[in-house]
């Protein structure tokens, strides 16, 4: 879909909050809820055992988010607390002309939240973090390519933030503020972000975790996974990186750094039966 300067594609993406009842599993108030076959598709069971399966799991008190974004139904769990006020927000912005997502992932609580991958419309960004009244305090690089940088500096110059890339990408943005070399862990809020380095898209290729969302960059599409051909890019590497992602459970939420897929997100599980590549790189499952 052309894009046009100065919009955010946020019809496609739509949020009901819902409200937590104690004892109970809430259901979502939502007409896509009813869409069994695309919820069984994307979370691999059907609305009905994944409720059995939260209760035979004794997480009886379950906040979350409906996000409804294209065809797109994931069911956010909150699992370590339950009270809704340490959820996290995810936007998801389709900004650029080469199909890029930026994501604001921010803390319910303390409404403070990093920025993944600026790479353009940084008005709209942080007109996005405003309806929210979040305050973006870090910019984090999946990796150094343009594409996923170009906004870091007015970003910047807009919130104070700090800007993060990992070390072996340092050369295409070295006017980072931090150069993480080992896996650390970032943090916004009360969220805690995992980072996975995960070369072979370029060499300081990362990920990031957190409560079940993983936010890829470049290392994996929906469906497909990033080039190779770049200056330091290296297919079998990519391959590593990504079978070391498809360890995480299959509900993995996987957002990704360009909008090339049929849907904006999936999981880990339908990656492992849809990806083009989970052949090649060793991780295909069947139905
Ligand atoms: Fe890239």
């Known amino acids: 879909m052309p894009l046009m300067p100065g919009i955010v594609h946020l ?34 069971v059907s609305p009905a055992d994944y409720r ?3 209760k035979a799991s004794g997480k009886r008190k379950m906040t979350g988010e409906l996000i409804i974004a294209d065809r797109v139904l994931v069911w956010f769990m909150s699992n370590e607390r339950s009270d809704r006020e340490v959820n996290m927000i995810i936007k ?10 930026s994501y604001i992932v921010g803390c319910a609580k303390t409404r403070k939240a990093l920025v993944i991958d600026p790479g353009a419309e940084v008005e709209q960004i942080l007109s996005a973090a405003q309806d929210e009244k979040l305050t973006i305090e870090t910019i984090v690089n999946t990796h150094g390519h343009s594409d996923h940088t170009a906004g870091n500096g007015s970003l910047k110059a807009a919130t104070g933030a700090r800007i993060i890339i990992h070390s072996r990408d340092a050369d295409a943005y070295p006017a980072a503020d931090l150069f993480l070399n080992d896996e650390s862990k970032l943090q916004a809020g009360e969220l805690i972000f995992d980072v996975f380095h ?23 599409f929906v469906g497909d996974s990033g080039r190779t051909d770049l200056p330091g890019g290296h297919r079998p590497t990519l391959g590593a990186s990504i079978r070391r992602l498809m360890q995480l459970p299959d509900e993995t939420v996987v957002w990704p750094g360009h909008n090339y897929g049929p849907m904006p997100s999936s999981t880990i599980g339908w990656e492992k039966r849809h990806n083009v590549n989970a052949r090649e790189y060793g991780y295909y499952v069947a139905d």
């Open 198 to 220: 995960t070369p072979g898209h370029t060499p300081g290729g990362i990920c990031l975790y957190a409560r079940g969302n993983l936010f890829t960059g470049d290392t994996l």
């Open 52 to 54: 059995k399966r939260a």
């Open 11 to 44: 019809h496609l993406y739509m949020r009901v909050h819902l409200r937590e009842k104690r004892d109970q599993i809430p259901v979502p108030r939502c007409p896509a809820w009813r869409n069994k076959a695309a919820f069984a598709d994307i979370i691999g």
């Open 92 to 101: 998801q912005l389709a900004i650029g002309y080469m199909d890029n997502f």
